[in-house]
């Protein structure tokens, strides 16, 4: 009875690698090789699964594909993204610079012209005085600076009309010209008064032009008194 046992259960070992066991090896056999190139390996056919491995094979090479392509669409984006990333980095950096010399040009310009200047907020008053202005004016930055300047030049004995001077602070035309006239114990003092729309980063306002025109002024008064007396006498 015992070697008919052994027999039998040798037999359904045998039977069970055949039927489970080598199939399996196989299958796994065949499915490493699907996962490598093409040509590098013979499928059989007639082996266990050959047609779900050939799916799986299919399958893998397709996503392998998308997953390139996705690689090398994230890859062309992110060297656009930076590349867009640097170019504004330098706009940045140039817009910065001419920030910064036409910062530096105004500031000359203001300084030096002849012209007296004014740098007034939305609501009329003065930010910024240039020495011109002072000298014209005849008050210091710190009187000028924080004052309205309808206030400054009526005050100041340049223009006695205050309604019309308001109407032509409110019109803003750069082409109006507002006359300005002074007399008093420092002599008389004749101007133009102009008005132009300002813009410098976060500030927005006025800058208020004063040309000094009474050596004009006087010049011509001289001549019309010429011209008077030559024709009385």
């Not at 706009?91 to 203001?110: I, Y």
């Not at 032509?168 to 109006?176: G, N, R, V």
Request: with cysteine; glycine share 10%.
């Amino acid at each position: 009875m015992v070697p008919l046992a052994l027999a039998a259960a040798l037999l359904g070992g045998y039977l069970f690698y055949r039927q489970v066991v080598a199939p399996l090896q196989e299958l796994g056999r065949a499915t490493v090789l699907a996962l490598q190139p093409e040509g590098t390996f013979r499928l059989d056919p007639a082996a266990p699964g050959c047609r779900e491995i050939r799916q799986v094979r299919a399958g893998a090479f397709q996503l392998f594909r998308q997953l390139g392509s996705l690689v090398r669409e994230r890859t062309a984006r992110l060297e656009e993204a930076l590349q867009q990333s640097a170019e504004r980095q330098q706009q940045l950096a140039a817009t910065e610079r001419e920030a910064r010399s036409n910062e530096a040009r105004f500031t000359e310009v203001f300084r030096t012209t002849s012209s007296g200047l004014l740098l007034t907020d939305g609501t009329g008053r003065v930010l910024l005085a240039n020495p011109a202005a002072e000298q014209i004016l005849r008050s210091g930055q710190q009187q000028a600076v924080g004052r309205d300047l309808i206030d400054l030049l009526v005050d100041g004995g340049f223009a006695s009309d205050r309604p019309a001077l308001s109407r032509f602070l409110a019109a803003a035309d750069p082409e109006a010209v507002f006359r300005l006239e002074r007399r008093g114990d420092g002599g008389e003092f004749f101007g133009e008064l102009q008005l132009h729309a300002f813009a410098m980063g976060e500030v927005r306002g006025q800058l208020a032009q004063i040309t000094d025109i009474t050596q004009r002024e006087t010049m011509l008064q001289a001549e019309f008194r010429a011209q008077r007396m030559e024709s009385i006498g």
